[in-house]
């Protein structure tokens, strides 16, 4: 008994050492430096709750919580939806399944800096290229208006996580026990009723896992804001984690930096824990 | 270096600063062994390890170059050198590097809100041969009234509207003639009536993504007049006027007009490697740091082709914006010796003639001291920010002095939003003085 209690802690050890230098401790010292006026270097002064009631009225930041808050949703349900979708088509018995499922995994592969980048070269050049030829206002003057930077941002988040939601619904959806699916043939389901009734309780586990990553990385995008937009037109996609790094780095307000970067903290968790909650309650087991 | 917002060149900025780390280490190695044979026979040679770390990142491998020229000639100096570039991530590695306790001997500061924070840690660099040698309007600025200064400047650059020769003789302008808001508007009229004879497709190419191109060098030109074109005094000032608001919004207009478009998603690089390095442009505004890209782009053009002219600017016409981007501090946390061995590395390179040679020849500097009359300018582009610094026609640089962000942060969206419809330019100039005035808080 004590030899498995010293084997637990022998094991435990190194990530717990790991965890609380890199994430426990920091986040203290960050709550704890968002009430002073710490510029980087030191502080001279406690500031109370100076830096929240600042926060209030800070029109920037509630204007990319709120630009965040409709990315995360927007890009949640297609990510699902997308990557739902990839994942059936190739659990199908298409011929090229194989070759279709490296393909669709491979944005994952890129940087999301890289992949900004790319991107803009297609939504501002190739797309106003298109435009031109085939006549349609639509393609052109990409990432100039917030409508369309949105936009951008959202579809360049999907292609590149969408293979990756769609190989965790892969393991899910190999994992539907054939017998399942004949008995609901011989019964004379549908294929929407096999879909609806069969497959979809039994890949619920799977939600929890996508929604919580889907949601999670929405809310965190940093890089591709940054090489897509770069937050213009005037900071209008400008979304939580690049308003935080600004106010930080280019406004040097560390500590105003830091109190943005703890309320930010408190909603993630706030939101994710509660999904996490409601999922877990709603999953099937076999 | 100003082009603080620029991704491309930011990223480019991480490697080549990472590499500098790496050589830099592998330089140190390489060095420790024959010093420590050394040492064996001749106990005179202390070594002074001398770290640099500095924010203009191109001129990186000329600056190693140099650095071992001069560790050639002095055994005892060892010299690290950490280029970061690129305005934010320069300065947020410097203050990580100082808070962990790894401060570099020498460092690079760019402007009032630099110094101030790293005041405590600057020597006084008065009793240098470079400062005594500093042109007028260099170093006043970092100038105590003690007499005491904090710094010393890198160079001078300057900006204006770069103009293609070619479109302009063809379009049968003068664009030297050019000194009012009035001339230039009928100038550009004149261009964009011939657009197609001319082969271009716009007068200017205005990149409304980097804000900085309007916030920082086209909003200083109206903005330096009422600051009395001193940075310390934009430091200091509690509010912003705008006296010239009105003719600061004329002079953006007519480049949003006739401007490639989108204005707002169009960036520094599409600005001057696409549109205008190829001639799809009469001119943009821009400075001579541009030059460098230029000549990758198309040498012969770059050479022969270019020429610049200062903004517009009512009772102040024909004089070209010159400033200086990045100060040298030397760090007063050592000792004696390694301070007094840092001032005379910096003075060496600005007034040997070794040292010399390389700030005009391979630096590509416009220098900011005295005693360079006798060598070539290498750029065009550059021996006219110098022609302009030398005769005095010169407007101040004020933008170094704005409050930290607020450009980036506050200034420069409210312009964009101004052109993207989003504000008029009332509610622009409104915002951007609240904000001023909250950031002076």
Redesign the interface.
């Known amino acids: 008994m004590k030899n498995k209690e010293m084997t637990f802690w022998l094991f435990i050890t190194p990530v717990l050492l790991s965890l609380s230098l890199v994430v426990i401790l920091p986040v203290l010292m960050g709550i704890f430096y968002s009430f002073t006026n710490w510029d980087g270097l030191n502080f001279t002064a406690f500031v109370g709750m100076d830096h929240y009631r600042r926060l209030i009225g800070d029109e920037q930041f509630l204007q990319s919580l709120w630009f965040t808050v409709r990315f995360a949703l927007t890009s949640i349900i297609l990510l699902n939806v997308i990557g739902l979708g990839l994942a059936l088509l190739v659990t199908s018995k298409l011929k090229s399944r194989n070759l279709l499922r490296t393909i669709f995994f491979m944005p994952n592969l890129i940087g999301g800096l890289i992949l900004g980048f790319i991107w803009q070269f297609i939504f501002i050049r190739v797309f106003s290229t298109i435009g031109d030829v085939i006549g349609v206002e639509v393609l052109k003057g990409w990432l100039s208006t917030p409508a369309t930077g949105f936009w951008g941002l959202v579809i360049l988040t999907v292609w590149q996580m969408a293979g990756y939601i769609m190989i965790i619904y892969i393991a899910y959806l190999q994992g539907v026990p054939k017998e399942l699916m004949e008995s609901a043939e011989i019964d004379g389901a549908t294929p929407g009723q096999k879909f609806r009734h069969v497959i979809f309780p039994l890949i619920a586990p799977a939600f929890t896992v996508t929604m919580f990553l889907t949601l999670s990385n929405s809310f965190k995008i940093y890089d591709q804001n940054l090489s897509l937009t770069g937050g213009g037109p005037y900071n209008s996609t400008q979304m939580v984690a690049m308003n935080i790094v600004d106010t930080a780095f280019s406004g040097n307000q560390m500590a105003y930096g830091q109190s943005k970067a703890i309320v930010f903290f408190v909603i993630v968790a706030i939101i994710s824990l509660s999904q996490v909650y409601y999922n877990k309650k709603r999953e099937v087991d076999l | 270096m100003l082009i603080q917002?620029n991704?491309?060149n930011s990223?480019k900025i991480f490697f080549v600063g990472a590499c500098a780390l790496l050589l830099g280490a592998c330089g140190n190695e390489d060095g420790a062994g024959p010093g420590g044979m050394g040492s064996n026979d001749d106990s005179s040679g202390e070594t002074i390890q001398l770290n640099i770390m500095q924010g203009k990142v191109e001129f990186n491998t000329q600056f190693n170059e140099l650095a071992d020229q001069y560790m050639a000639e002095n055994d005892n100096v060892q010299i690290e050198i950490t280029s970061v570039g690129g305005?934010?991530d320069y300065?947020?590695q410097l203050?990580?590097r100082?808070?962990s306790g790894d401060e570099p001997d020498i460092f690079s500061v760019a402007g009032p809100?630099e110094i101030e924070?790293f005041q405590d840690t600057m020597a006084d660099m008065s009793d240098t041969d470079a400062a005594a040698a500093a042109l007028e309007g260099t170093i006043e600025n970092v100038t105590h009234d003690d007499g005491r200064i904090d710094a010393i400047p890198y160079n001078l650059e300057g900006y204006g509207f770069v103009y293609n020769m070619e479109v302009f003789e063809q379009a049968g302008i003068d664009p030297e003639a050019l000194s009012t808001y009035e001339e230039l508007r009928d100038a550009v009229e004149t261009i964009d009536s011939q657009k197609e004879t001319l082969g271009i497709e716009a007068v200017f190419a205005l990149p409304?993504?980097e804000?900085w191109v309007m916030g920082d060098h086209l909003a200083n030109v109206y903005l330096s007049p009422e600051l009395n074109e001193s940075p310390l005094e934009a430091y200091n000032a509690e509010t912003l006027a705008f006296e010239r608001a009105d003719e600061f919004q004329r002079m953006l207009d007519l480049q949003v007009d006739y401007s490639i478009?989108?204005?707002?998603?169009l960036d520094y690089s599409q600005q001057v490697e696409e549109y205008f390095s190829l001639g799809q442009v009469a001119m943009i505004q821009q400075g001579n740091w541009i030059y460098p890209t230029l000549e990758q782009m198309d040498p012969e053009f770059a050479e022969s082709n270019v020429g610049m002219i200062p903004i517009p600017l009512e009772g102040y016409e024909d004089r070209l914006p010159v400033g200086v981007p990045n100060y040298w501090a030397v760090n007063d946390n050592n000792d004696d010796a390694t301070v007094q061995a840092a001032k005379d590395f910096l003075d060496w390179m600005y007034l040997s003639d070794e040292g010399k040679d390389f700030v005009v020849s391979e630096f590509n500097f416009v220098p900011a001291y005295e005693g360079y009359e006798d060598l070539e300018i290498s750029d065009p582009l550059s021996q006219i920010v110098y022609d302009y610094s030398q005769s005095g026609d010169t407007l101040g640089w004020v933008f170094t002095g704005f409050p930290?962000?607020y450009q980036?942060?506050e200034f420069g969206?409210?312009l964009?939003?101004y052109?993207?419809g989003?504000m008029t330019w009332e509610e622009a100039i409104e915002a951007s003085k609240e904000a001023w005035e909250s950031m002076r808080q």
Do not use: D, M, R
Not at chain 2, 261 to 265: F, N, Q, R
């Open positions: 917002n991704l491309n990223n305005g934010t300065f947020t203050t990580t100082f808070s809100n924070q409304g993504a804000s478009e989108p204005v707002l998603s930290t962000g980036l942060n969206p409210n964009q939003a052109i993207g989003e």
